[in-house]
T-cell receptor, first 110, second 115 residues
């Protein structure tokens, strides 16, 4: 079945450093979504990418969708303690079902 | 709007006991989902519904049943709880695919422990 592999599983950074998480699929994806889950919280939608090569920015966050639509990345510039949490890349089927990657847990040292 | 709510927030069961988790949404969403999240893992889909009166199996449906009698409610049942069902359960809802986004809105979760 469709799967998305996400790396790294954990990342510890010093506040102010950059952070990147990568998502890869063996099959072509129709779209990719990114969610953030704070410790003890629930997943919250960040963004959806649909087009090949698409790049979207949200303040310090940059999201990319690969040209072949098989990979995606999330880059955070100058991390802050508020960025702490687990970031999931998620693919969706044509029935609306979401398939979650394993997630990357980000720890930020102040 | 309350969004997506889940009842209860916490529950401890003994092996073999049954229980029902309730999910309610006030956004008039067609699609609703139940997921479980285990430590170090992403969310895994248990069952989902694409409309009132419909349900379908997800990735890990064994040991669970669901019902969608009303559009705003989606119930998850455990008939005979097992320790392997200890997990955090999330409900979510969304509009159908085809709109600009099929963003899923998640409830706060139910933490279930089976002894």
């Amino acid at each position: 079945g469709q799967q998305v592999m996400q790396i790294p599983q954990y990342q510890h950074v010093q506040e102010g450093e950059d952070f990147t998480t990568y998502c890869n699929s063996s099959t072509t994806l129709s779209n990719i979504q990114w969610y953030k889950q704070r410790p003890g919280g629930h997943p919250v939608f960040l963004i959806q990418l649909v087009k090949s090569g698409e790049v979207k920015k949200q303040k310090r966050l940059t999201f990319q969708f690969g040209e072949a639509k098989k990979n995606s990345s999330l880059h955070i510039t100058a991390t802050q303690t508020t960025d702490v949490g687990t970031y999931f890349c998620v693919s969706s089927s044509n029935t609306g079902k979401l398939i979650f990657g394993q997630g990357t847990t980000l720890q930020v040292k102040p | 709007n309350a969004g997506v709510t889940q009842t209860p927030k916490f529950r401890v069961l003994k092996t073999g006991q049954s229980m029902t988790l309730l999910c309610a949404q006030d956004m008039n969403h067609e699609y609703m989902y139940w997921y479980r999240q285990d430590p170090g893992m992403g969310l895994r889909l248990i069952h989902y519904s694409v409309g009132e009166g419909t349900t379908a199996k997800g990735e890990v449906p064994d040991g669970y049943n669901v019902s969608r009698l009303k559009k705003q409610n989606f119930l998850l049942g455990l008939e005979s709880a097992a320790p392997s069902q200890t997990s955090v359960y999330f409900c979510a809802s969304s509009y159908p695919e085809g709109l600009p986004y099929n963003e899923q809105f998640f409830g706060p979760g139910t933490r279930l422990t089976v002894l």
